[in-house]
């Protein structure tokens, strides 16, 4: 049983430049969540996306956007990319209407931005 | 607004001891609270989730208490090991809503000497 995969697992860009990365959930999982992590910071909820709608948004601009597609994978992008924008970017997925939330977390995507 | 604190930052103990690690938060209307592990550079890995209704959950060597009222909970290593090393987090999932976002704690970061 495959488990959240991400990809790439890491990402070099440019000041300016645009991004997508990639979650895939696990197994039987249909809710997606993006987080990001600074270094030496707890995670920061980005946006949860179910049944291909965005459903709650964290505190970020909206040049960070997404999309749920049928199968339950998402993407995650992010326009005019800033130096602060250098994080991991962790996905996460859980299974809605089942009372029970746990969520699992991919192994994220190093971004760097230079 | 829920914040989430985890004290200490950092702890170093020999191996074989027993440890205890420390999450608050300011709501206590949260729906559940979930421990995670994360390596260096690595994605989380889920330990144990309490649900609210819940005081704690056991696993392996592993201990983790709730306390909704006194904001509080704390995850018990018995007999630590070199492999313990990483980082600690705690997240509580807000009461309510259609979305199960976490609200993350910075980490203890945790080394077990051999």
């Known amino acids: 049983d495959a488990g959240v995969t991400q990809s790439p697992t890491h990402l070099i860009k440019t000041r300016g430049q645009q991004v997508t990365l990639r979650c895939s959930p696990k197994?039987?999982?249909?809710?997606v969540s993006w987080y990001q992590q600074a270094l030496g910071q707890g995670p920061q909820f980005i946006f949860q996306y179910y049944e291909e709608e965005e459903r709650q948004r964290g505190n970020f601009p909206d040049r960070f956007s997404g999309h749920q597609f049928p199968n339950y994978s998402s993407e995650l992008n992010v326009n005019a990319l800033l130096l602060g924008d250098s994080a991991l970017y962790l996905c996460?997925?859980?299974?809605?209407?089942?009372?029970?939330?746990?969520?699992?977390f991919g192994p994220g995507t190093r971004l760097t931005v230079t | 607004k829920q914040e989430v604190t985890q004290i200490p930052a950092a702890l170093s103990v020999p191996e074989g001891e027993n440890l205890v690690l420390n999450c608050s938060f300011t709501?206590?209307?949260?729906?559940?609270l979930q421990w995670f592990r994360q390596d260096p550079g690595k994605g989380l890995t889920s330990l144990l989730l309490i649900q609210s209704s819940q005081r704690e959950q056991t696993s392996g060597r592993l201990n983790a208490s709730l306390d909704k009222s006194s904001g509080r909970s704390t995850l018990y290593i018995a007999a630590s090991q070199p492999g313990d090393s990483a980082t600690y987090l705690c997240?509580?999932?807000?009461?309510?809503?259609?979305?199960?976002?976490?609200?993350f704690g910075t980490g203890t970061l945790l080394a077990v000497q051999p």
């Open positions: 197994s039987g999982h249909d809710t």
């Open positions: 709501d206590s209307a949260i729906y559940n």
């Open positions: 996460a997925s859980s299974r809605a209407g089942t009372g029970n939330y746990e969520q699992y």
């Open positions: 997240a509580v999932e807000l009461y309510g809503g259609a979305t199960n976002k976490l609200i």
